[in-house]
């Protein structure tokens, strides 16, 4: 089993900035893929971000706005989030999956999930 450590969620007002942090420990593998989805009040998990090795990928919702990057040294993923709106707010959840994957955005493709960071963003 592989454990999620999530940081940097909070609030901020609708243009303004935020990073996320996940670290990876416990059963990891040398190849993985790391990333992200969301959850608003009242609608369904989706896909935000992941890098699967090298290879990043981005919901369209957030692509020009957001960047996922990796310390594979630290075996952390990072997500930076810029001009964020008001409909960005969601609890974000890291995901951790071994190998690389070629399905990114399918939610049964992670077989760990992290406990999820809140993002809040006023308008």
């Known amino acids: 089993q592989v454990q999620l450590v999530e940081s940097g969620g909070g609030l901020v007002q609708a243009g303004g900035s935020l990073r996320l942090s996940c670290a990876a420990s416990?059963?990891?593998?040398?190849?993985?893929?790391m990333g992200w989805f969301r959850q608003a009040p009242g609608k369904e998990r989706e896909f935000v971000s992941v890098i699967s090795w090298s290879t990043t990928y981005y919901a369209d919702s957030v692509k020009g706005r957001f960047t996922i990057s990796r310390d594979n040294g630290k075996k952390t993923v990072y997500l930076q989030m810029n001009s964020l709106k008001p409909e960005d707010t969601a609890v974000y959840y890291c995901?951790?999956?071994?190998?690389?994957?070629?399905?990114?955005?399918?939610?049964?493709?992670?077989?760990?999930w992290g406990q999820g960071t809140q993002v809040t963003v006023s308008s």
């Open positions: 416990g059963r990891t593998s040398s190849i993985d893929s």
């Open positions: 995901v951790y999956a071994a190998g690389i994957t070629a399905r990114p955005t399918r939610r049964e493709v992670y077989n760990d």
